[in-house]
Every structure is written in C-alpha cells, then in structure tokens.
C-alpha cells in the first residue's frame, strides 16, 4: 500500500506532462519558429495603431498602440524588417535589439517607442500562442484573477458641463456597477479663464471645478471612489490650489496638474496636499519613472501601457514603483485589445491599484467590432483576465476596415 501511495504523485506528474506536451503545437519546435513578416493598421485618424506579426506556423500575435502613432506606418514597417527571420520567443532581446538601433532616431520616447510597445506586445501574444499559455503566465504568474478599472466618464467630449452633468455621470458610473469614477477638471471653453494660454486657474475655474466635483460626490456618496483628471493644463500654483481645494471631497487622486516633464513641480504639489497625486501617461520607458519615483514626486503612477514600452517595460515600472511602495494605476485609452494587454501586466505585479477604463466601450459599437473575445468585457466593475494561449484578444480587420483612415495602408 504505501508503495502505491508513493507512486501516485508521479503517475500524475506524468498525465499533466503529457497533456502538456499534446498542447503545444507540433508544426515545428518552438526553437524553429520564426517571424515572417509585421502588418499594421489604424484607427481614430491614426491615434491607434494595430500590429499583426506572422510567423513559420500557423500563428500570428497582436498589439496596439495609442496617442503618439499617427503617420507611423513606414516606421512599423521598418521595425518589422528588423524582426524577419528571428524567433519571437526572445521577447526581450527583440525589444532591445530595436530599442538600441534606434538611439539616433528618438528611441527615448514618442513616436518611435509607441510604434516599438505594439510590436512588443504583438511579440508577447505571438509567444503566448506558440507555447500555449496567457501571457500572464510568461510574465512571471499572476497575483489576481481580475482587475478593477475605473470608468472615465468622458464629460470632456460635453460644453461646459455643469455640476448636476457630473452627478448624473457619476449616477450612471455607478449603476452600472463602476466603483471609481474619473472626470476631467480641465474645460479650454471656461468663460473664467483669463486666456487660453494662460496656465493659471481664475477664482472661477476654481469654484467651477469644487462645485462639479462636490455634486458627483454627493450623487454617489463617501463609498466610491472620485478621481480628477487637469491633463496637464495648469501651474503649479493652479496645482497646489487645486489640491488642497479637493482635500474634504476625498479624491482617490488628482490626476496630472502640470506637465509631465518637470518632475520637481510634481513633488512640490504632493508634499503640499493630503489629496493623492498621480502622473504618467505621457512618461515612456522605465527611465522616464526614475525620478519620480526617487524624490517622491508623486504618490500613484499612472503609464500608459499602449505607449510606455509595452507590457515587459510596464512590469518593470511597476517594479520599480514597487521598491517605493508606490501603487501602480496605468492610464488606458486603447481598444479591448489593450485593455486585456494591459490586464495581464496588472495581473502579474503585487503594487497594481486600478486600471482606467472608457465609457465608449459602453456607447460606442466601434470598440466591439475591431476586435474578437470571449465573454463579457466587464463583470461587477472588474476585468476578468483571459485564460487563452496569447493575450486572448484578437483584431478583427473586417470590422476595423470600416474605419480605417483613408490612403493609409491596411495591413499590407
């Protein structure tokens, strides 16, 4: 008997290998797998950019990156060029083999890092599928099954609208089972403002901003929560007033006061407020989070992980941030497709807070036909992180073609 109890654990080591091993694809060995050629397309006049790599086997990964990828096809292409013939299993080298050829040619951010995070990405889903694992488990394992998001609300795309707007927001946030909730405090058509190149915040705007944000917090009350979003709009006057303003409304965090290229600005409004400060959307590679983090400039960091670098140069943020006990809440303004990216990086690190997430998912049927999944996209205000091999998310180019802009290439 004991012979046979001392047998078992090895008999089923043995089944799991084996179904392992029936899993993996077996048109050649992961060692022969190479990349054959990059594909791309837009969105949004070119503010998203959507990357295919195909391979040797019958397989082929996605990614997407935002904001700084208009009129980049001809640097994908360029990128895709480097990655012919080479294994996409060797993620990093790849990232880094491309990150190094382009010192001269603005490697440290923008463009040229944006276009580089949707190859990354692409990179990693590519793997993911090849070997038969979700990303989250190339990334190290996973510390959640799901990841809160809160909902921006978006009020930007109204006129001025007023406190009882962002009630109603906040409202509708809620009952559709969000609880956090973001709103922008900037507003260019405030009759208040002294000029519109003015940085600092009139007696007006001031007043305008508590008294939206005051009605959103009594519209849903002291449990969800409230985070404010100035885009980098103001001074640092503008973002120390700001700040100590909403201190008895109990924001979760004041989102970017000033621009992101001074980070000493920064630390001068956090240690000035109890209101959390939080920035990093417009910040790329984990140089770029380096002082912040080191001189305590903020207290919540924000990247953009369709922008930053892509999902190994998040967890690496993240880490970073994580030796500050800084929380980790990336900015996201991509498709389902980055959202789910984005939700295995937040999967895999200890420090993540919460992920944005859009109310066009909601209202806009563009998001839904770009894009092919399985199940619901939210549940209870949470992202359920996929279990399929890869990202779990794929570009759908029929529905993308619908609006694509024009005289750009579509995946050629």
């Known amino acids: 008997m004991a012979g046979a109890i001392g047998m078992t654990p090895i008999t089923m080591f043995g089944k799991e290998l084996e179904t392992a091993v029936d899993r ?48 980049t096809y001809h640097l994908v292409k360029m990128m895709g060029r480097q990655l012919e013939g080479k294994n ?11 990150r190094r050829s382009g010192f001269f040619r603005g490697a440290q951010a923008g463009m040229y890092v944006a276009v580089l995070t949707a190859i990354e990405t692409a990179l990693w889903d590519l793997a993911g599928k090849a070997l038969g694992l979700p990303v989250y488990q190339l990334l190290g394992g996973k510390f959640r099954d799901s990841v809160r998001v809160y909902c921006d609300t978006a009020l930007y795309q109204n006129r001025l ?50 008294d939206q944000v005051a009605a959103a917090r009594e519209a ?27 201190e008895p409304l109990k924001l979760m965090w004041l989102e970017e006061p000033v621009p992101a290229e001074n980070p000493d600005a920064y630390r001068y409004i956090t240690e000035s407020t109890t209101t959390p400060i939080c920035a990093g959307e417009n910040l790329y590679l984990a140089h770029g989070f380096r002082r912040l983090l080191e001189i305590g400039a903020v207290d919540i960091i924000m990247p953009d992980i369709q922008k930053a670098g892509g999902l190994g140069e998040a967890q690496r943020i993240a880490n970073l941030a994580n030796l500050y006990y800084v929380p980790f809440a990336p900015h996201m303004v991509a498709s389902y497709l980055g959202a789910m990216a984005a939700a295995h990086v937040c999967a895999s690190v200890p420090n993540f807070m919460i992920l944005e997430w ?20 939210l549940v209870d205000g949470f992202l359920p992180i996929s279990n399929k091999p890869g990202i779990g998310v794929e570009i759908n180019e029929k529905g993308m073609k619908k609006y694509a802009p024009k005289d750009v290439p579509f995946f050629e």
């Open 24 to 71: 993996t694809p077996k048109s050649s060995m992961p060692t022969d797998l190479k990349i054959t050629d990059v594909k791309c397309g837009y969105i949004r006049n070119g503010s998203s950019l959507f990357v295919k790599i195909y391979s040797n086997q019958d397989i082929w990964g996605c990614g997407e990156g935002v904001d700084a990828t208009p009129g």
């Open 88 to 98: 996409p299993l060797n993620v990093h080298m790849l990232f880094e083999d491309i």
């Open 161 to 210: 609208p007023t406190p009882e707007d962002f009630a109603n927001a906040a409202k509708e946030a809620k009952d559709m089972g969000f609880t956090a909730i973001k709103f922008d405090l900037d507003q260019a058509n405030d009759p208040g403002k002294y000029d519109k190149y003015n940085w600092t915040a009139s007696p007006a705007e001031l007043q305008r901003m508590y």
């Open 220 to 246: 849903v009350g002291p449990d969800i929560d409230i985070c404010c979003d100035m885009h980098g709009r103001y001074d640092m006057v503008s973002g120390k007033q700001v700040a100590k303003m909403m």
């Open 358 to 377: 859009q109310i066009y998912f909601h209202k806009n049927p563009m998001f839904e036909e770009v894009v092919d999944f399985d199940g619901p996209m």
